[in-house]
């Protein structure tokens, strides 16, 4: 038995922590079976040289009986700031009484004192006022700072402890320092930041030396998430968030071998630049580099920068007022009116310094362009295959001068144009100047990144080739941990898609999207998404990182918020199921990893929550309150937002009994359980029928019953029958929205309808993850619809369109966990359950079942494999369990006698045990080790073979409806000008007289109209728009009930077409309301007609329809 891939604190040898008492893991492995460990010894030694002597100085733990291997807590001598920490172990197991140590690990501890830093903060002088206009882009110069030092000795280490107000990259004596890109990361700076630290003890040499550093402006003040769009944030501009100037702060120690020590630390002697290459460098909107601007051998000993500024402490620039614009709605109904802008005070503030404890985020993958179009002289078209985040690398040669654009997207329209609608404010376009070097030129944005899959490249010179643009991937680099591939090549490629988005969007964090104005860490995909995101990748201390983000961004009402970190409010704070995260991240981890201490860091925030939420709960049953995403994007009908709440009450509820008994809150868990089982009853009450089914008749509505046990035992499969039946009305196809769709298949597997659960999962129709293959997709759609080779991407707004959102990708976790069978027994996987569920033979009329998996996840523990096929009526399992750990397998058969292993029964292999049978399948304990199993297959051929057919009709947008008996409940009448009145208007809407008749103007690229009605509105209704219109557009109605704000699962679109002029136009209200505002869009905003035509207006009434 060896022992192998030792970290700390999730990490492999990291360097600069702060945790004082840091927690060391590692693995054993062997190639014998039923291998456990028995003990384990730890050495930890203040040098290599001493560890090599088996000496530890700093802690020798001594042999220690146990089997434990994950998260041992240091106990040795107390580490000081700069200690250099050595260690290794030894395992021991009842074969092996004579163990080798292990290969050598290290850490090294940060700065743990704000005392140990002497430098402080530099900036360049910033005189200029807050920028204040949101109708243009504001995009400072990069800088670029340096400072000379000499090293007068020989060296024996030398480290730099590094951040930045902004995003930085350090260079060295004319080398960059480190890969990471985007350092120090996002975090609410008013209140932290993260340190960075690298050893360049090979960097540094002995005389003169020069250390140097670009600082951009980075989530600190460059444009963040959809501020701009909306006009939030500092002045509406969406930027200068947390500041106004970037500011660097370095520390490089140099020690000595002599035992003494110089340090060269950020100060008002440094210098920085005034104008340098990166003229632009926006995380949004891009960068524009100017290589003739190029400072060569700017961090090199003898550069001259007399030409440059002098540095600034940061503090020197002084702060100013400026109004920071929110919607803040009120957090519970009747509490006030939403605040929309205050006078703030910005200025330089030293945020609490802690060391970075995530995944550095590199560039990871080199990616060639597939195919070159070149749309008009000099103007080409790259595609390189594939959707993700990053950049490129540009090769040119051409004149100095020449300025070469570069635009980013993730799809053509059908004439072969870049779509880039929707990008929204995100301008997304990098910028080239030549400095018209002969050997020509090689350029990579340094701070920005983009999502895409195509890129053009204007202005070019000279012929472009495939070698000219190669795509940078970019993205947060968590080992990646699993493998699958099945018998349908259609769900491979889904299980790609999976594992691009996921990477596309690990950015620092967890976010929404790559391309558009967001890349924010929306709560809601992430915790949707984290079952899945662990079972593709080590995502420990990349998601205890954001964690970190979260609890800090609670709001003083002890809700969490819509996105983390929280740089502004749109709306309420609470959202359900989205404000939920905040005790379903930390659960999912500890089930992962074992990792109780997630649950201590995060108990008391979790504690507020639910507060809270027990504060508001009624009759301990959710609430309709709040921001109503809901079960976002669903089809069809909407899940109730207080039927959501109400299960996710429940959800969390049960989570936190769950994880207060793990950590001996034995009162907290009993409170929490408590709290589930009167939800749980008042959920039968309000919501349960006899007969199993729920009277919300959305799939959405039975499956998260389902997933949140809050269904009966005795009634759960007659559930899952009803869900069955509605699939079935629907014409086999999916409803489901963000929240809906994670649970449909593990709901429909576990309640007896697995067939059509892995029915589900092959559909190639709308809607389904096959129907977005089948359009080209690379990466999982933020729509089921998002583009169709029929209507390309006329059928929804362009502005709320992304082509990687990983939120439907949440079918993997099934994947593994269901279809490959690999689950975890427990917390932490050291008990393990192989269950494959292969689906009946001929169970599927429009694809081949699936008949064989091959599937492999990387656990903390080791790797888990199984690979399964159908061969005849015999069904074969391979299975590998890592050492130190048991499984339960079980095996799709009745006949216990056929089960052979190796060839061989297994009556005599003392190794393995029946242990039981359930339901078709035969339980085995089995200890560690690769085992090939066989057996007679009890998975009968399907009595039914599934197939679609047409889905119920769930437009919301009917061509006619028989108004004759229908009641006006109110009509506006837009030649009045009272009526007009009751109306919040927006830019491009006037009122005219043409032809006699007074009617509402709307034009341009964000007309838009609301009214709050006097009293709400009930029943089946109608909205019915009169209007001319001289050129093809959009039109949209939003609606909301009271309390609540516009939601896009409440909304119609139509498409009007010049051959429908002066007739007027239906938009059928999903749901019986209750309705109490309307919005109407007359040109759906940002759409490719958004600049064009223009509508008369006559009216807009609503009816309610006769039942």
């Known amino acids: 038995m060896t022992t192998s891939q030792l970290r700390c604190e999730y990490l492999q040898n990291p360097e600069g922590i702060d945790i004082q008492k840091p927690r060391l893991s590692w693995r054993v492995e062997s190639d014998q079976r039923g291998q456990m460990q028995t003990a384990y010894r730890l050495l930890v030694a203040s040098s290599a040289e001493k560890l090599a002597s088996d000496v530890g ?69 910033d005189p200029a006022p807050v920028y204040d206009d949101p109708r243009s882009l504001h995009l400072p110069a990069a800088r670029q700072y340096r400072k000379e030092f000499p090293a007068k000795k020989q060296i024996e280490r030398a480290t730099i402890y590094a951040t930045a107000l902004g995003i930085y990259e350090l260079h060295l004596n004319g080398e960059r320092v480190g890969d990471a890109m985007f350092a120090p990361g996002w975090t609410d700076y008013r209140q932290r930041a993260y340190y960075n630290t690298y050893d360049v003890t090979e960097m540094v040499q002995e005389g003169d030396n020069a250390i140097g550093a670009w600082v951009a402006e980075g989530w600190y003040s460059g444009y963040v998430g959809f501020g701009l769009l909306t006009g939030i944030g500092t002045e509406k501009t969406g930027r200068s968030t947390y500041g106004k100037t970037p500011a660097l702060m370095a520390q490089l120690e140099i020690q000595y071998t002599d035992g003494t020590r110089d340090t060269i630390g950020t100060d008002d002697t440094w210098k920085v630049s005034a104008d340098g290459p990166i003229q632009e460098a926006d995380l949004l909107m891009g960068e524009a580099y100017d290589a003739r601007k190029e400072f060569k051998g700017w961090a090199t000993p003898g550069f001259n920068d007399s030409d440059w500024q002098q540095a600034i402490f940061a503090k020197d620039n002084g702060s100013f007022k400026a109004d920071f614009y929110q919607f803040r709605n009120p957090e519970k109904p009747g509490q006030g ?15 609490k310094l802690e060391s970075f404890p995530g995944v550095p985020v590199r560039v990871t993958e080199d990616i060639s362009a597939k195919k070159i179009t070149e749309r008009e002289p000099g103007t080409y078209i790259f595609d390189l295959g594939q959707n993700f985040a990053g950049v490129i690398r540009l090769k040119v040669k051409g004149p100095a001068g020449q300025r070469i654009q570069i635009r980013y997207a993730e799809m053509l329209h059908p004439d072969g144009r870049m779509m880039t609608e929707n990008l929204r404010k995100a301008r997304a376009t990098d910028f080239y100047t030549c400095s018209g070097d002969a050997n020509g030129e090689v350029y990579e944005p340094r701070f920005t990144f983009h999502g895409f899959q195509f890129v053009e490249v204007s202005n070019f010179p000279g012929e472009a080739t495939l070698d000219t643009v190669t795509g940078l991937v970019v993205h947060s680099d968590t080992p990646m941990t699993s493998t699958f591939e099945c018998s349908d090549p259609m769900v491979n490629q889904l299980y790609s898609n999976v594992l691009w988005t996921q990477r596309s969007n690990f950015l620092d964090l967890p976010t929404d999207c790559p391309q558009r104005d967001e890349r924010m860490g929306w709560t809601g995909d992430a915790q949707a998404y984290v079952a899945t995101a662990a079972y593709n990748a080590d995502i420990g201390a990349f998601y205890t990182k954001w964690l970190r983000e979260l609890m800090e961004s609670q709001r003083p009402s002890g809700v969490f918020p819509g996105y983390a970190p929280y740089p502004f409010q749109h709306g ?184 059509l659960a892995t029915f589900l999962l092959q559909s190639r129709e709308f809607p389904s993850w096959g129907y977005e293959i089948r359009n080209g997709a690379t990466t999982i759609w933020e729509r089921w619809d998002s583009y169709t080779k029929e209507d390309a991407f006329g059928r929804h707004n362009a502005a709320m369109n992304s082509f990687s959102h990983y939120a439907f990708g949440a079918v993997c976790e099934w994947m593994f966990r269901t279809l490959a069978g690999i689950q975890s027994d427990g917390p932490g996987y050291k008990k393990i359950i192989i269950r494959p569920t292969p689906p009946a033979p001929g169970s599927n009329s429009m694809h081949d079942p699936i008949d064989w998996v091959r599937a492999s996840y990387d656990s903390i523990r080791g790797t888990i494999r199984s690979d399964w096929k159908l ?100 009509t506006w009448d837009f030649s009045s000008p009272t009526d007009l009145q009751k109306w919040n208007e927006r830019e491009d809407l006037e009122v005219v007289v043409r032809d006699g008749k007074t009617v509402l103007i709307a034009a341009g690229s964000d007309s838009q109209i609301a009214t709050t009605l006097s009293e709400s509105v009930s029943g089946k209704l109608v909205i019915e728009l009169r209007a001319v219109f001289d050129k093809g557009v959009t039109s949209q109605f939003f609606w909301a009930p009271p309390n609540q704000g516009f939601s896009e699962g409440r909304q119609s679109i139509r498409r009007l077409k010049s051959s429908e002029q002066m007739r007027s136009y239906l938009y059928l209200i999903k749901g019986d309301g209750p309705v109490q505002k309307i919005r109407f869009d007359p040109f759906q905003t940002y759409d490719e007609y958004a600049d064009k035509g223009e509508m008369e207006i006559e009216s807009i009434s609503i009816y309610q329809l006769a039942e």
Not at 338 to 351: H, I, L, T, W
Not at 679 to 705: C, H, M, W
């Open 57 to 125: 100085d700093l802690w020798d733990s001594g042999r220690v009986d146990s089997d434990q291997t994950l998260f041992v807590t240091y106990a040795g001598r107390p580490l000081e700031s700069r200690s250099q920490c050595f260690w290794k172990v030894k395992t021991w197991s009842a074969d092996d009484q004579n163990p080798s140590w292990s290969e050598p690990a290290s850490w090294s501890m940060g700065l743990l004192d704000e005392a140990d830093w002497t430098a402080d903060y530099i900036a360049y002088k």
């Open 572 to 755: 309420w704070d609470f959202g359900t199921a989205w404000a939920d995260a905040g005790v379903i991240c930390p659960w999912t981890l500890w089930q992962v990893y074992g990792d109780t201490e997630v649950i201590d860091t995060c108990w008391e925030p979790m504690t507020k929550f639910m507060q809270w939420r027990e504060q508001t709960s009624i009759d301990d049953l959710g609430i309709s309150h709040g921001n109503p995403w809901g079960d976002w994007l669903a089809q069809g009908a909407e899940t109730p937002l207080d039927y959501v709440d109400t299960v996710y009450l429940a959800i969390s509820a049960k989570m936190m009994s769950e994880m207060a008994a793990a950590t001996g809150r034995d009162q907290e868990a009993a409170k929490y359980q408590d709290q589930f089982d009167r939800t749980k009853a008042a959920f039968a009450e309000k919501y349960l029928r006899p007969d199993g089914s729920v009277n919300i008749n959305t799939q959405t509505a039975q499956a998260l019953a389902l997933q949140a046990d809050l269904i009966p035992e005795e009634l759960r499969d007659a559930t899952g029958q009803h869900l069955a039946k509605m699939l079935a009305e629907n014409g086999n196809h999916m409803a489901t929205g963000f929240l809906g769709t994670r649970p449909l298949l593990p709901v429909l597997s576990a309640s007896g309808q697995h067939d």
């Open 337 to 351: 009116v939403p605040k929309r802008g205050a006078e703030e005070e910005f200025g330089f503030v030293r945020p």
């Open 871 to 970: 061969v005849g009526d015999r069904f074969h399992l391979t299975v590998t369990i890592p050492a130190n750990t048991t499984a339960t397998v079980y095996l799709p058969t009745q006949d216990a006698s056929s089960i052979t292993e190796g060839g061989n029964g297994i009556d005599d292999n003392s190794l393995i045990q029946i242990v039981g049978k359930e339901g078709d399948y035969t339980a085995l304990a089995v200890p560690s080790g690769t085992y090939e199993f066989v057996c007679n297959s009890g998975i009968e051929p399907a009595s039914v073979s599934l197939k679609t057919s047409k889905p119920k009709d769930n437009s919301v947008n009917p061509d006619s409806i028989d108004l004759a008996d229908a009641k006006k409940v109110v």
